[in-house]
């Protein structure tokens, strides 16, 4: 019996834990970390033996397969030591895919991924069979083992695809590529780029490669990957023979010389970063020969993302927005950019080597008043103190809206948009925005 040692007893470890039981690995769940009850009890039921607070070494170092959690880095001791005795150490989306035959609409990029991915799967829904996976959702190895479904979409992080050898998605998407997560690639913004481009690394020409034409890392690195798949190209600026483009309030999409027009002016979502996950999304329920009417009505009726510009409530005539998931100075442009309104601005958290130039012209333009929340807020001090004429800082949510709440006028908007990772002071940015949505129905 081969021996399967799962890494890491999060969602992803417990499904592919699951998943590795019902096709006969000898499995073990190490954690160096204390795991969830909810999770322990699932291992317990399914017989699945466990260790956490500590690594069996010799245990693990006689394992035939290695699943990595995404959060575990590669240049961990433990990591390179496997690695060294050429155990492969793979992740849960190269597990999975191992043991499904369904149609994979794999979804990644540096932000609009979770967006583009539930978008998508909102569209599919009404006319197939389709789960929601990955990044986001359920495990993809737990929904295979438990449901294997016709049809996934899975949103795919690059730390995910990091650990993908094999895994071929019949559609990938790459929504765009800026800085992020670069104290994983040593600093170098290539290694990042490169892990990216592995969502399409394993397609044929079968298959369908869906990306922004406007992102300029995508335009230069692009040529350099030997891609074999359809590509399918998507712009907010150019019109394109085949792909989607924009024009005149809609979306125009050519596929094969199909051509599928769609107005744009009733999208649910605001702003030109939604447009282009709009375009991303169809071209996909395009190809999967979703029909129009299906298409249109979905893009009308999206609720959208939690904590991403998520309308909280509206108090004295001043709107609350949680953008928690912005995580990044890129998403963070976005959404400064679709303010329409003088905004109270609350930043910050674990800085990743942010370069905050690009929004500049929204700072001097639409911001009104920055609260830095973060344990060390130096740089932010520095970079806007002579921007606004109101700067605070504090390491509290409900501090934060409170100053926020003193100063908004009727009209504001008070926008949390960090900018950063959430881990200084949250246990991630879903629990971040969860305080932040507590503290205002708490005015």
Not at 210 to 239: C, G, H, R
Request: net charge negative.
């Amino acid at each position: 019996m081969q021996c399967l040692v799962v890494l890491g007893g999060g969602e992803s470890g417990v499904g592919t834990a699951i998943l590795g039981k019902q096709k006969g690995f000898k499995v073990l769940v190490s954690d160096k970390g204390l795991i969830k009850e909810s999770f322990k009890n699932v291992l317990k039921h399914h017989e699945i033996e466990w260790e956490q607070e500590k690594h069996d070494i010799d245990r693990i170092m006689t394992a035939d397969l290695v699943m990595k959690s995404p959060g575990i880095p590669d240049n961990v001791p433990l990591v390179k030591s496997l690695k060294s005795r050429r155990i492969p150490v793979i992740s849960e989306i190269e597990f999975a895919s191992k043991y499904t035959k369904a149609n994979l609409v794999a979804i990644t990029g540096s932000n609009g991924k979770t967006t583009t991915a539930s978008l998508t799967h909102h569209i599919l829904k009404n006319e197939m069979e389709v789960g929601l996976v990955g990044n986001i959702g359920d495990s993809f190895a737990k929904s295979v083992a438990e449901n294997n479904l016709a049809n996934y979409v899975i949103e795919v992080s690059s730390f995910q695809l990091d650990g993908t050898f094999e895994f071929r998605p019949h559609i990938a998407v790459l929504t765009n590529i800026t800085p992020d997560h670069l104290d994983r690639y040593d600093y170098q913004f290539e290694k990042y780029i490169a892990s990216k481009f592995k969502i399409a690394q394993n397609q044929t020409e079968e298959d369908y490669f869906i990306y922004d034409a406007d992102d300029p890392v995508i335009s230069k690195w692009l040529p350099k990957f030997n891609i074999q798949s359809k590509k399918m190209p998507f712009s907010l600026t150019n019109e394109l023979n085949e792909g989607a483009y924009f024009k005149d309030n809609k979306i125009i999409i050519t596929i094969a010389n199909n051509q599928i027009i769609m107005p744009t002016t009733n999208l649910a979502l605001d702003g030109k970063h939604n447009v282009k996950n709009a375009m991303a999304a169809s071209t996909v329920a395009n190809l999967l020969k979703i029909r129009k009417q299906t298409i249109r009505e979905s893009l009308e009726n999206f609720q959208g993302v939690e904590h991403r510009l998520e309308q909280v409530l509206r108090i004295n005539k001043v709107q609350y927005i949680n953008d928690s998931k912005a995580t990044n100075v890129n998403a963070t442009y976005f959404a400064l950019e679709s303010m329409d309104a003088p905004t109270v601005w609350i930043v910050g958290g674990e800085d990743k080597g942010n370069d905050y130039k690009e929004l500049f012209p929204f700072v001097n333009e639409k911001v009104k008043a920055i609260i830095c929340l973060g344990v060390d807020n130096k740089k932010l001090l520095q970079t806007f103190g002579n921007m606004v004429d109101i700067i605070v800082e504090t390491q509290f949510m409900s501090e934060a809206v409170k100053i926020a709440y003193k100063i908004a006028e009727s009209g504001d908007n008070v926008l949390l948009s960090p900018g950063c990772a959430s881990f200084d002071l949250f246990d991630n940015y879903e629990d971040r925005g969860r305080q932040f949505k507590e503290a205002v129905r708490n005015l």
